[in-house]
């Protein structure tokens, strides 16, 4: 079992840059798949990126190329770099681990990511 814990978010201008940790306590972190999510107002929440337990990682088509996802298992923390942020960047950001962490990152459903954090509010003004 894990528990996840986000920060790094809070209010920023356009273009600038963020990175959100996600720390989880609890074992075998290397073994999952982690992804990062995000819930902007009046929307659905979408899966932003996922990198999976060997380091392969996906990222959605509105933050590719501005935005990476890595995972330090010695510290038990995933991150997702945020460059050139954008006001649609706007949202709640939420990690998540999923047990299946062998599988390629496309092919994990949104439903199948056991555990989640709190999530950290990240603003971006124009």
């Known amino acids: 079992q894990l528990r996840l814990v986000e920060s790094g978010g809070g209010p920023v201008q356009a273009g600038a840059s963020l990175k959100l940790p996600c720390t989880a306590s609890?074992?075998?972190?290397?073994?999952?798949?982690l992804g990062w999510f995000r819930r902007a107002p009046g929307k659905e929440r979408e899966r932003v990126s996922c990198i999976n337990n060997v380091a392969s990682a996906i990222h959605e088509d509105p933050v590719k190329g501005r935005f990476t996802i890595s995972r330090d298992d010695s510290k038990n923390t995933a991150y997702l770099q945020m460059n050139s942020l954008k006001p649609e960047d706007t949202a709640v950001y939420y990690c998540a681990a999923s047990r299946h962490g062998g599988a390629v990152c496309g092919a994990i459903a949104d439903y199948e990511y056991e555990y989640w954090g709190q999530g950290t509010q990240v603003t971006v003004s124009s």
């Open positions: 609890g074992s075998d972190f290397d073994y999952y798949a």
